[in-house]
């Protein structure tokens, strides 16, 4: 009882602190928020679970691996953004090619994320209630494809989209309040010798294929370039690199506390494990971590679907339109549901980001070798072909 009230103060307190105009209009934290709704959003929910099956013990140098890998392809993105303000006018036609690759896949990229999001939207509508089923879940899924699409068909993108900030000030709170429950219940385990050291279910190439089809889970932090009609370039560039040390800050206090508390096997791995792990923290984060994940995939996939039309539409030169887009996106997404589950929609997602990260990368290697550093540009060059091995090699989690 000590804890469940514990927690919600911790909530509360983190979503007052948020929610002050001193915090809430402060433009660099207004900046963030876009790639924080990304970077940790879905991926919290389902990568905790995962590292601790897969990794056991070095569950923590798997996700610092991730983040790490997040945060240099987050360099490349930011010195081609600064690359652009310099003098994007004079690129060379090579990367005007690749520019207009990358921005192809990031639009295939967000169809296959809002798959992503709203598979997890659904698992988690299901998950206490007595239908918690698959076949439940995907109806959810499929319903919500169909609320999305009608309202940006019917122009509703626009009053959808004022929930990101909400849902990431919910998001945020919740956190705390779970950090704090696992670091109370890690505490407790510590004191009565019942930490543990679980072995690796994996190691060697596969546990690398594994952790080469995670990087969706750390993605996001490219949002930030993409926010030039509302913020000057050094505010964007600050953005991201803040975003991403604040989720690694989280993220790895994170894994640290729960990595070493649950037997293997003591809760089945699936999309929605982190809520069954949390029921045995306090009863509390279960509703809590539902009411997040359903504010958080709903907005995340309302961005993506509004970002993804939008960019399809430009690259068409309008011959498909937003709302053209807009269906596609469904009907791929419906297919998808209906089709893979949603470890295996993890790894779609991965390679088709793994495409875009690789393509940034590369344009950043021809960038930096124009501007003659070569060593520079050797580390963007390496950058694109690890993003060409996560596409070739990352492989979906068995459930």
Known sequence: ??????????????????????????????????????????????LGPILDEAYGKYAPLV????????????????????????????????????????????GFAYVISVAYYL????AFGVSLTAMNEPLQAKMVTTAVFGVIVFAGWTHGFKSLEQMEYVSVTAKLAIIAGLLLGLGAYFAGRAN????????????????????FGLIVTVQGFETSRYLAADYDSRTREKSMRWAQWLST???????????????RGEVKLTETAIVDMMGLVAPILTVLLVAA??????????????????????????????????????????ALTWWADVFDIIAYASRAFAIYYMLQAA?????????????????????????????????????
């Open 1 to 46: 009882m000590i804890l469940n009230i514990g927690i919600l103060v911790a909530v509360l307190l983190t979503a007052l602190l948020l929610w002050l105009p001193k915090v809430r209009t402060r433009p660099t934290w207004r900046a963030m928020t876009t790639p924080l709704a990304s970077i940790i959003g879905s991926g919290f929910l389902v």
């Open 63 to 106: 996700m610092a691996a991730l983040c790490l890998g997040a945060y240099l392809y987050g360099s490349a993105i930011r010195y081609n953004m600064a690359a652009l303000e310099a003098g994007g006018s004079h690129r060379s036609r090579l990367v005007e090619g690749l520019e207009t690759a990358a921005s192809w896949s990031l």
């Open 119 to 122: 598979n997890l939207f659904g």
């Open 192 to 211: 009565d010798g019942g930490v543990l050291f679980n072995l690796p279910k994996m190691t060697g190439w596969p546990a690398v294929a594994l952790a």
């Open 249 to 263: 800050g989280i993220y790895m206090t994170y894994i640290l506390l729960l990595a070493y508390v649950f037997e």
């Open 293 to 334: 994940a359903l504010a958080a995939q709903f907005s995340a996939a309302v961005a993506d679907t509004s970002g993804s039309g939008g960019l399809i539409a430009e690259l068409t030169g309008g011959r498909m339109s937003p709302r053209g887009a807009y269906a596609v996106l469904a009907a791929v997404g419906v």
């Open 363 to 399: 344009i950043a290697a021809v960038t930096a070798w124009n501007a003659n550093a070569r060593t520079r540009s050797a580390g963007f060059a390496a950058l694109a072909a690890i993003g060409a091995a996560i596409v070739v090699f990352g492989r979906a989690v068995e459930g």
